[in-house]
Each structure stands twice: as structure tokens, then as C-alpha cells.
């Protein structure tokens, strides 16, 4: 898995990173061991065939696509087994941002709706709503926001005759 020295590109589909537009990052050639080499080209989603193939010496990875912990330490060679993992597909490997229901459940009513579930074989001892869309707004929040409505339209009317 050498570094590519010529005019490279990166692989992956909706990558446009370039060694001249990107001189800082670092483009991988695709492995030469056949195994490793297929887990490449299944990671970053491609078919080899007549719009893809992988070309000795000019086929590239970018270093976007590869995790700091898949470097060898203090160096900028990748560890033998190392496979692409970051893509714009999997929001480059952050973690989701919202929590499971189940966890917003737990946190809701300071019981594991989970565990109460399976405390009477399956028929959850815990009453959860629905959904959270179903409930009534807390009296007087429509009059609120009617309220709020008509200040921001007087407010524009005002700007508006007024440039």
C-alpha cells in the first residue's frame, strides 16, 4: 500500500479530492494482495468492470477515507489490513446524532422500557403515548403564537413602508 507519486485521484465515488488541488492529503494505491485488494473496491462501493478498474500505480484512495488509527504510528504508511472506512455516505464515520427511541423513552419516564417489556412475557408494564406529535399544546400556546404572528406581520408592514 504505497503512496501514489503522480497526478492522483481519488477512487471513491463522490470524491473529487485531487493531488493538485489537495497536496496535503495523501493517496493510497489500491493493495496489490488480491483479498485485501476486493475489500477495498467493496468498501468504497465500486465494481470492477468496464467504467472502474483498478490500474497498478495510478488507482487511489484518498487519506479522507482512511482512519488515524489504520496509520502506522508516527508515520504516514498504512497498517497491513487497513481497509478504507470513512465515506460521504456514512457521514465519515460519526456516529448517529440522534438517540434511539428507546433511550428517549428511558429518559422520559426513568424506567427501562425495555426491561419492564420483558417482566410480564412480553406485554409491557409500562404505559408509553404514541407518539410524541399526538399530544395537545399546553393551554393558551396557540393564542401565543397567534399573538407572536401578528407582532412579526406589524413589525414587516412597518419595515416595509419604511425602507
Not at 5 to 25: A, G, I, M, T
Not at 45 to 66: A, L
Request: aromatic share 8%.
Amino acid at each position: 500500500m504505497a503512496e501514489s507519486r503522480n497526478k492522483s485521484f481519488c477512487s471513491v465515488p463522490k470524491c473529487s479530492n485531487s493531488k493538485q488541488k489537495q497536496p496535503y492529503l495523501i493517496f493510497h494505491l489500491f493493495p496489490v494482495e488480491v483479498q485485501q485488494r476486493r475489500q477495498w473496491i467493496h468498501a468504497i462501493k465500486r465494481d470492477e468492470g468496464p467504467f472502474f478498474t483498478v490500474r497498478r500505480g495510478s488507482t487511489c484512495v484518498c487519506s479522507m477515507h482512511i482512519t488515524q488509527a489504520d496509520y502506522q504510528p508516527s508515520s504516514s504508511r498504512l497498517k497491513i489490513g487497513a481497509v478504507p472506512s470513512l465515506f460521504q455516505w456514512n457521514n465519515y464515520g460519526a456516529p448517529p446524532s440522534r438517540e434511539t427511541a428507546y433511550a428517549r423513552a428511558n429518559a422520559r419516564l426513568g424506567v427501562d422500557v425495555r426491561e419492564a417489556g420483558s417482566e410480564s412475557g412480553g406485554a409491557a408494564a409500562v404505559q408509553v403515548m404514541d407518539h410524541d406529535y399526538a399530544s395537545h399544546p399546553p393551554p393558551g400556546a396557540l393564542d401565543n403564537a397567534l399573538q407572536y404572528t401578528e407582532e412579526l406581520e406589524a413589525r414587516l408592514q412597518k419595515i416595509s413602508l419604511n425602507p
